[in-house]
């Protein structure tokens, strides 16, 4: 069964968001106390990649404007495969510096996949 592109980037958006609502008033020391939130940031960045992964699959054109996509999924890979090493301080950095542009650069390509 084929995914519509654009569910799979609302996916995306979906769980940027979620990060970006929890991570915001964190700074790293809280965040590395918490370990309950940094469980749920990491599965939102495990539902990130998934539907990035799926949606450079369906969409190869649209997916390649989003040059994090590889590391996106491949630190999916990690979270889910090689969990004894994540690094909380990276999870944490990539969290509160990455993702407002990269919420950008999805509702840039919803906003095309809704025209289209």
Not at 10 to 38: K, N, P, T
Not at 63 to 91: D, G, M, Q
């Amino acid at each position: 069964m084929r995914v519509d592109p654009r569910a799979l980037a609302a996916d995306a958006l979906s769980a940027l968001g979620g990060i970006e609502r929890r991570i915001v008033a964190y700074d790293q020391d809280r965040f590395l106390a918490d370990d309950d939130m940094r469980f749920i940031v990491e599965r939102l960045y495990n539902m990130l990649g998934e539907a990035l992964n799926a949606l450079s699959k369906a969409l190869p054109a649209a997916s390649a404007k989003i040059s994090a996509l590889p590391t996106i999924v491949s630190f999916r890979n990690i979270l889910v495969h090689r969990y004894r090493h994540i690094n909380p301080e990276i999870v944490f950095a990539v969290a509160k510096n990455e993702t407002e542009s990269l919420i950008a650069i999805l509702e840039s390509l919803m906003a095309e996949l809704e025209g289209a």
